[in-house]
């Protein structure tokens, strides 16, 4: 399961909502690709369509689709939002990872 905070639901519909679009037409599709300082690093995209093999996941009104491959990297993580000094944007809090690089974007298992 995809965790959502309630932090980072209000900036994906504020997002949306920009684009013209809402969580409830639109998924939020996340991934694991490989890259970055620590090996992989973590994808985010806004998407209507749904692949077959998509895991759907749904917290707080937000619809979560990951591919099967990502979803062992990703199983337990909370998606959240961080307004302070140290950087403005979306986390990932993943349990799985055993580090991560300094601005969180990259991780390894």
Avoid: H, W
Avoid at 4 to 28: C, H, N, P, W
């Amino acid at each position: 399961m995809i965790q959502v905070s309630d932090e980072a639901k209000r900036r994906l519909s504020a997002l949306m909502e920009e684009q013209g679009t809402s969580l409830e037409t639109t998924y939020i599709k996340v991934g694991v690709k490989s890259g970055g300082c620590s090996g992989l690093s973590y994808d985010m995209s806004f998407t209507a369509d749904r692949d077959e093999e998509d895991k759907l996941f749904e917290d707080k009104g937000v619809k979560i689709l990951v591919n099967k491959k990502s979803f062992l990297y990703l199983a337990g993580t909370t998606l959240e939002f961080s307004g302070g000094l140290n950087g403005k944007g979306f986390a990932f809090n993943n349990p799985n990872a055993s580090r991560t690089c300094g601005c969180g974007e990259s991780f390894a298992v």
